[in-house]
């Protein structure tokens, strides 16, 4: 279970499905596409194309967690949507 006592900000990278990455190449992407480090309780969210895995990763100043969801067939995480510009 992930426990969200303390966290700080989510984020979703959008337009990274390899499920295959860990977290040093999450991480890169994290710098290049939101243009900014980790800080302690951010949660970072990256996604399969059709919304059946998950991967959370977290940092707390001194390590890096990962949290994964599977879903079963028929069933698939909500769709991350922006309003606006």
Do not use: W
Not at 29 to 52: K, S, T, W, Y
């Amino acid at each position: 279970m992930l426990s969200v006592t303390g966290l700080g900000h989510f984020y979703y990278v959008r337009d990274f499905t390899d499920m295959r990455c860990k977290h040093s190449r999450v991480l890169s992407i994290i710098r290049e596409q939101l243009h900014c480090e980790p800080n302690a309780g951010d949660v970072f969210m990256v996604m399969l194309h059709n919304r059946r895995i998950i991967r959370m990763f977290t940092y707390d100043n001194r390590s890096y967690g990962l949290f994964e969801k599977r879903f079963v067939a028929g069933h698939q995480f909500m769709r991350v949507e922006r309003e606006g510009s």
